[in-house]
């Protein structure tokens, strides 16, 4: 059986998010694929006896919030992930503050020490503007989706968080 008829052959990966943004973190070259149970790079007539019949080859993951709200730890891209430990005497890595680890965001921001997005230091901004400084509050993707929107749909003054 071929590749290109398998279930477990996959094209594409892409993350689609509440706020309708969708990101593409994978697209094999023409002609090429990934095969799931292999886990390596095929071609579609590859064929091999883990075959299962299927034709999405299409891989979607919901994601809740925005590209921005969603993150993952990796190696800081300034220490390569070495950190800086307290008995070491030379200065804390400014991107990590010596952690090794930040903030990957799926809209490709890099955190800095701060570890928030730009777009969260505004929202946090302009909610302490407002009063608004329970911490709680500002985890909720709801919170934060509908600041946006106001934001956009010119419901905020200045039209700005």
């Given at each position: 059986?071929?590749?290109?008829?398998?279930?477990?052959?996959?094209?594409?990966?892409?993350?689609?998010?509440?706020?309708?943004?969708?990101?593409?973190?994978?697209?094999?070259?023409?002609?090429?694929?990934?095969?799931?149970?292999?886990?390596?790079?095929?071609?579609?007539?590859?064929?091999?006896?883990?075959?299962?019949?299927?034709?999405?080859?299409?891989?979607?993951?919901?994601?809740?919030?925005?590209?921005?709200?969603?993150?993952?730890?990796?190696?800081?891209?300034d220490c390569k992930g070495v950190g800086c430990h307290m008995v070491e005497l030379r200065p804390a890595c400014g991107h990590c503050a010596g952690l090794g680890k930040?903030?990957?965001?799926?809209?490709?921001?890099?955190?800095?020490?701060?570890?928030?997005?730009?777009?969260?230091?505004?929202?946090?901004?302009?909610?302490?503007?407002?009063?608004?400084?329970?911490?709680?509050?500002?985890?909720?993707?709801?919170?934060?989706?509908?600041?946006?929107?106001?934001?956009?749909?010119?419901?905020?003054?200045?039209?700005?968080?």
């Open positions: 059986m071929q590749c290109a008829a398998c279930r477990f052959w996959i094209t594409s990966r892409v993350n689609s998010y509440d706020d309708n943004s969708v990101i593409n973190t994978f697209l094999a070259p023409s002609g090429y694929g990934h095969c799931e149970q292999l886990n390596l790079d095929t071609v579609c007539d590859f064929g091999c006896n883990r075959y299962a019949e299927g034709n999405n080859h299409e891989q979607v993951t919901y994601k809740t919030g925005a590209p921005w709200q969603n993150w993952k730890y990796g190696p800081c891209p930040v903030r990957y965001y799926d809209d490709g921001y890099i955190a800095d020490k701060s570890w928030d997005h730009p777009k969260e230091k505004e929202i946090k901004k302009r909610l302490r503007e407002q009063g608004i400084v329970d911490p709680a509050s500002l985890s909720d993707p709801g919170l934060i989706l509908s600041e946006f929107k106001k934001r956009d749909e010119g419901v905020l003054e200045g039209g700005t968080l």
